[in-house]
């Protein structure tokens, strides 16, 4: 379960017979505080690769922009890949089974 914000505009793609899937960007930030001898502890951002499929992703293409806070359910992927140097590289991916959109809507 993660709560954060869309750090840029969704990717949407059409894959086999028009599945939608959306990949973003989520930043869930862990705020700072002040241990009792002073010390100032900053605020930690992480950075989450999101993969939604099917209506979610459509949902997303709709309804989801940079800036937007979402809570996403989902499981954790660990993918492995060769880049185009030929580097073996990894990646850590949420797939999405759920998401609640929690930023208001704008009454434009």
Same mark, same amino acid.
């Given at each position: ?7 840029? =505009? ?5 894959? @086999? ?5 959306? !990949?973003? $960007?989520?930043? &869930? ?31 997303? =293409? ?5 800036? @937007? ?5 989902? !499981?954790? $992927?660990?993918? &492995? ?28």
């Amino acid at each position: 379960m993660l709560i954060g914000n869309v750090g840029q =505009e969704p990717e949407i793609r059409y894959v @086999d017979q028009g599945v939608a899937v959306a !990949r973003l $960007r989520l930043a &869930t930030t862990e705020r700072g505080y002040t241990l009792p001898n002073g010390t100032q502890v900053p605020d930690h951002t992480d950075w989450h690769n999101v993969i939604l499929w099917r209506r979610l992703a459509e949902i997303v =293409e709709k309804y989801v922009h940079k800036g @937007d806070k979402l809570y996403i359910e989902g !499981r954790i $992927r660990y993918t &492995t890949y060769d880049d185009k140097q030929g580097q073996r590289r990894s990646a850590t991916e949420i797939w999405a089974d759920n998401m609640e959109m929690l930023t208001p809507k704008s009454t434009e």
